[in-house]
T-cell receptor, first 112, second 113 residues
Framework: DQQVKQNSPSLSVQEGRISILNCDYTNSMFDYFLWYKKYPAEGPTFLISISSIKDKNEDGRFTVFLNKSAKHLSLHIVPSQPGDSAVYFC???????????FGEGTQLTVNP | DAGVIQSPRHEVTEMGQEVTLRCKPISGHDYLFWYRQTMMRGLELLIYFNNNVPIDDSGMPEDRFSAKMPNASFSTLKIQPSEPRDSAVYFCASAPGTGYEQYFGPGTRLTVT
């Protein structure tokens, strides 16, 4: 049972344009959501997070949107840069200090 | 801060051999997590500790896998005996008191032939 799903295995965008990565979840007990970025041969690095009491969180070029009724979150990167090319994982947690459930990841490629 | 440190970075071993993966979490972090990443199953949690105590080991695939955390600055994941299907990248992560935002190590790529 895949509780966190990223339906797009890959996404390609032009430098300067917006990248939108999507994530759906099924577990209504999830109350905290995170995005991680992973480069080859490195561990995932934390990017941005959002609590279920919010619907938007912004950090520089990165914004995460949460739609609880649709059980959907998205990560917007604007403007996209070639250095953003990486695999992006969506993750969710039921409570502080518990397991993170990860999506399958989306490979983002930003073309110069 | 050096971040989460894992060793070795690469391990190649023969089926049946014992494998020990090591992790040093970020100082001051209360939580430590072991993950495995494969093409088929993605990134899956194996076990996690809080203040050196195992909290949830339901992700450990079978008895061949064991993990310990003898102190706040060291943890091991052991596979005995190893099998080819254990080939994967194993990540260690640590988190501060809230436990939400986990910091990952660079991973150990294990190949069992």
């Amino acid at each position: 049972d895949q509780q966190v799903k990223q339906n797009s295995p890959s996404l390609s965008v032009q430098e300067g344009r917006i990248s939108i990565l999507n994530c759906d979840y099924t577990n209504s007990m999830f109350d905290y959501f995170l995005w991680y970025k992973k480069y080859p041969a490195e561990g995932p690095t934390f990017l941005i997070s959002i609590s279920s009491i919010k619907d938007k969180n912004e950090d520089g070029r990165f914004t995460v949107f949460l739609n609880k009724s649709a059980k959907h979150l998205s990560l917007h990167i604007v403007p996209s840069q070639p250095g953003d090319s990486a695999v992006y994982f969506c993750a969710a947690s039921e409570m502080s200090g518990s397991r993170l459930t990860f999506g399958e990841g989306t490979q983002l490629t930003v073309n110069p | 801060d050096a971040g989460v440190i894992q060793s070795p970075r690469h391990e190649v071993t023969e089926m049946g051999q014992e494998v020990t993966l090591r992790c040093k979490p970020i100082s001051g972090h209360d939580y430590l997590f072991w993950y495995r990443q494969t093409m088929m199953r993605g990134l899956e949690l194996l076990i996690y500790f809080n203040n050196n105590v195992p909290i949830d080991d339901s992700g450990m695939p079978e008895d061949r896998f064991s993990a310990k955390m003898p102190n706040a600055s060291f943890s091991t994941l052991k596979i005995q005996p190893s099998e080819p299907r254990d080939s994967a990248v194993y990540f260690c992560a640590s988190a501060p008191g809230t436990g939400y935002e986990q910091y990952f190590g660079p991973g150990t790529r294990l190949t069992v032939t």
